[in-house]
């Protein structure tokens, strides 16, 4: 699996050594570049102060907090539904992913069980986010290293899988459907059927984006050996999702820390690979797609009868204490430790977003790399902006 | 023509008007069928539908638009070398198309050093994209005239090599003879299709293909205006009719070199000479053969920029000076063994 | 000897080129004239327009004579953008011979789709049915001010709203149906 040999790492270090001698020689000091804040790359409001030296990057900071809402202090003065409103929107393209860490926090509180066919209803709607999000991820990295179209293919195919959101939840992007102790509602008539054949389309897709872009020689020219994050340092910096998996790092919060989703009642297979370059991270994020389409066919077709709300008050009062529960979302691990006090509202949200950590590894890692592979490595990264700064 | 011998201005002036007509419209023709619709039906999509019948009068929207923008030059730009750019490589484009022959006597100037006229020409237009990109004072528009020098500067090589190897099966630098030799050719005796150096300068043609690709600055060699990381790269500063001058001379620019590429390789204007179409004919049909070619090989070139990712810049000049530059000698020196063998 | 492997980005190519095929002639080679606009997925609004959901959240409708007043809308709603004033009056008695009972009269019931998340709190919280989600999405409007929709617009949204939609098999909800004729 492993395509960069010893003698390629030696090449590109002899040529780093190379340039630097060069540049103690000419004694260029770097010209500053400012990537952002408004910036087709940055996925957002991101700013990537570089300093460069010809091509070269001397060193990169990133800027974060141009998109800074104040979450954390919003949702102190607002009731347990209308926070599940709100975080909808920290992470937008992972729609349905968002709300799941904190009712399953709220839940842990109430010591709440939700039925088991809301546990797979929910688990569905996870993992058709997953599909959606990573299937612009996959569209946008190919867009980002100048293959236009991709993109539209990402575009197109991912319409299906929005549509069956909207059909069970009524919001594309914001559904605002997990309620404490359930689900709001149940599934519309004919929507298994729908999702498994937009699970279809999906597949094509993945093959359709495995012969544009994965076997394309120039993608591999451009991504492969670029960015390698060992292992060791992507634990260290907090990286999660399938940065760390392409590090080879066999870690996933839906197989060894699952709670409450009914992942342990499926087949499926944590996907790694071993270089930790931007093409690793590519392709594990390809075959998670591919995973997840599997995934939802089985769930579709072991969906448990039953009641989808357990018994809650109508007025929502979570007991005093403090829970943290983090699942595996789209963009790595998302996390909500909620402290409460017993009333209706939370004291205390802590949101812990995988974007943030995801891209504190900029600096680090932008060192001594060439201008365009810094659009490579942040795209291989995958971060959304209201995932960093929310 | 029909008309007799007419004056040399009298010539010259109707040779100017219609090349002011024929470029635009080719290259109106061009950014239509492949920018509009070519890249929207691979994309599964429409492309523009509402501005005329299927979006054909797009363009004419798009052109208006452009013409009542505001002329903004950046503050701290250099007024004079901010404004000379554009006409650089309208200029280009233009002389591209002095050689270029439409038919047994449509063409301006039937120059005797007709393809070395056009490698120079193309030349010129690297100035221009160098000093958009120093007089903009913006440094994504600077590190993109930077790469477009280098780039440009390196895929010349490849090309001139490229066409050396006609040169060489022709015998000749003048295009118009080059399109004899090809009608009146034979393949082994065989002369259906005339003798279209396609196919003895195959490996010719590929690395002409792919060093037109980057003389045009397409993906995969689109480095000077990577619009993910430099935006606009030298052309990010310029609005309205200096943008309206770049983007239509880059798609002219493209209809040139596909026309040059038809000309040298597939027999350009002409239809084998085995088909016994009579002279007069081919005054009529001569136009719209070459056309049809350019716009054949127009579409290869944007059906390649569509579909690929670009090449970062190392890996572009390692591409021209290890592999292009060797091949095309080695294409070169086959080609003289061959010609003097057979 | 094993056939010349293709490289990758001739790959690449025939994707792009059977994608622009299958959009010109959706109906395969046999009818040799384009037709694009059958064959690409792009919908020509407003010419021609896609159908949402029943359940697509487009836009809050009341239905007045369920409306009591209670505020739990209003109350619950994250943006607060839900304006209602009300005073009471007297109603007949029910039999005869009873005392008048007090019902709230509606005066003022405003939703200001400027500030509305589209979350559907106020749908769900309200414990008299007369709030429902209508697909309907046209109503973009020029000036901010006239995306205030008062109790008149509110109740003509309320034309649009679709019924409930059957439940897959193994649900255990009940679908209730859309009080339409509005009985108290």
């Known amino acids: ?66 998109m800074h809402r104040g979450y954390e202090k919003l949702v102190e003065v607002r009731t347990y539904p209308q926070v599940t409103t709100l975080i909808n929107r920290i992470d937008w393209l992972g729609s349905f992913a968002n709300e799941v860490p904190f009712i399953l926090a709220a839940e842990q509180l109430m010591e709440i069980e939700a039925p088991p066919r809301a546990q797979w209803i929910r688990t569905i709607l996870f993992e058709l986010s997953r599909i959606s999000n990573i299937t612009l991820f996959l569209g946008d990295m190919a867009a980002q290293l100048g293959a236009l179209t991709p993109l539209f293919f990402a575009f197109r195919d991912r319409e299906f899988v929005l549509n069956q959101i909207e059909a069970v939840t009524g919001g594309r992007f914001h559904p605002n459907f997990d309620r404490i102790g359930g689900i709001k509602d149940d599934l519309p008539k004919g929507w298994l059927a729908e999702t498994k054949s937009a699970m279809v389309k999906m597949r094509s897709f993945c093959d359709e984006m495995e012969l544009l872009v994965l076997g394309s020689e120039i993608f591999e020219a451009r991504a492969r050996g670029v960015g390698v994050i060992p292992a060791d340092v992507g634990l260290q910096y907090g990286l999660s999702g399938a940065n760390i998996r392409a590090s080879g790092v066999d870690w996933d919060i839906r197989r060894d820390n699952n709670i409450g989703l009914a992942y342990d009642q499926i087949d499926w297979k944590v996907w790694t690979h071993t270089d930790g370059d931007s093409f690793a991270r590519f392709w594990v994020r390809l075959q998670e797609v591919r995973e997840a389409t599997h995934m939802v066919d089985q769930l579709c077709d ?30 790595g691990e998302m996390g909500y430790y909620i402290v409460s006090k017993g009333d209706l509202t939370p004291f205390r949200v802590r949101i812990r977003t995988a974007s943030f950590n995801n891209v504190s590894i900029a600096p680090w890692i932008l060192r001594g790399v060439y201008v365009p592979d810094i659009v490579t490595i942040l795209a291989s990264l995958y971060f959304i902006l209201g995932d960093i700064d929310r | 023509m029909i008309l007799g011998q007419l004056a040399f201005w009298q010539e010259t002036t109707i040779k100017v008007l219609l090349a002011a007509i024929v470029v635009p419209t080719g290259a109106a023709i061009a950014v239509y069928l492949f920018l509009f619709k070519l890249i929207s039906f691979m994309q599964s999509r429409l492309g523009p539908m509402e501005a005329g019948p299927h979006g054909t009068l797009q363009l004419v929207a798009e052109v208006g638009k452009w013409l009542q923008k505001e002329d903004i030059i950046p503050d701290k730009a250099d007024k004079f070398l901010f404004k000379v750019p554009p006409f650089i490589v ?11 022959p439409a038919g047994p006597n449509a063409v301006v100037s039937s120059l005797p050093v007709g393809i070395f006229y056009v490698l120079a020409v193309s030349s010129i237009s690297v100035i221009g994209t160098l000093v958009a990109g120093w007089a903009s004072a913006n440094k994504y528009a600077f590190m993109g005239g930077l790469r477009a020098a280098g780039q440009l500067i390196a895929y010349e090589l490849p090309m001139v090599l490229a066409v050396i190897g006609v040169v060489i099966q022709a015998g000749t630098l003048n295009l118009q003879e080059i399109v004899y030799q090809q009608t009146n050719g034979s393949i082994f005796g065989f002369d259906f299709i005339g003798n279209p150096y396609i196919l003895t300068q195959f490996v010719g043609f590929v690395i002409f293909m792919i060093a037109v690709q980057a003389e045009l600055g397409q993906t995969p060699f689109d480095m000077p205006v990577a619009e993910s990381e430099v935006i606009g790269g030298y052309m990010v500063e310029y609005t309205g009719i200096r943008f309206l001058v770049f983007f239509l001379s880059e798609f002219a620019a493209a209809v040139g070199f596909s026309a040059i590429a038809a000309t040298l390789f597939l027999g350009g204007w002409s239809l084998p000479g085995a088909w016994d179409i009579p002279r007069t004919a081919m005054h009529f049909i001569g136009p719209i053969v070459i056309l049809t070619k350019a716009m054949v090989l127009t579409g290869v070139i944007f059906w390649v920029r569509f579909s690929m990712p670009r090449l970062r810049e190392d890996q572009l000049q390692r591409m021209a000076w290890k592999f292009l530059i060797p091949v095309s000698l080695l294409n070169i020196t086959i080609t003289a063994i061959l010609k003097v063998a057979l | 000897m094993p056939a010349p492997k293709i490289p990758g980005f001739l790959k690449g190519l025939g994707v792009t080129a059977r994608t622009a095929k299958e959009t010109m002639f959706p109906d395969g080679l046999k009818n040799p004239v384009p037709h694009p606009t059958k064959g690409a997925v792009t919908v020509q609004y407003p010419h021609a327009k896609e159908e949402p959901t029943p359940r697509s959240r487009g836009v809050i409708s009341l239905q007045e004579d369920n409306c009591t007043s209670c505020m739990l809308c209003a109350r619950e709603c994250p943006d607060w953008c839900i304006y209602i004033e009300g005073h009471k009056t007297l109603a007949p008695p029910r039999r005869e011979g009873g005392k008048p009972r007090s019902v709230n009269k509606l005066d003022r019931f405003d939703i200001d789709y400027s500030l509305c998340m589209y979350c559907g709190i106020c749908v769900e919280v309200c414990p008299f049915e007369a709030l429902y989600w209508s697909p309907e999405y046209e109503y973009s409007e020029m000036r901010i001010a006239d995306l205030l929709h008062d109790k008149e617009r509110l109740g003509q949204w309320f034309e649009t709203v679709p019924d409930f939609e059957a439940h897959e098999a193994g649900a255990e909800v009940k679908q209730k149906p859309v009080s339409r004729k509005g009985a108290k």
Not at chain 1, 16 to 38: F, K, S
Not at chain 1, 43 to 50: C, D, K, S
Not at chain 1, 302 to 331: D, F, Q, S, W
């Open chain 1, 1 to 66: 699996m492993t395509a960069i040999s010893d003698r390629q790492k030696l090449a590109y270090i002899a040529a780093q050594a190379a340039d630097a001698r060069v540049n103690v020689e000419l004694e260029t000091e770097g010209m500053i570049l400012n990537m952002g804040p408004q910036h087709p790359v940055t996925h957002g409001t991101l700013r990537i102060v570089a300093r460069l030296d010809g091509e070269q990057v001397i060193s990169a900071d990133p800027v974060m907090g141009y």
């Open chain 2, 90 to 100: 309208l200029a280009t484009t233009f002389l591209l198309f002095v050689v270029i």
């Open chain 1, 302 to 331: 072991g969906l448990p009868k039953g009641p989808i709300m357990a018994k809650v008050p109508r007025i929502i009062k979570v007991p005093a204490g403090e829970a943290y529960v983090a699942t595996e979302n789209p963009l």
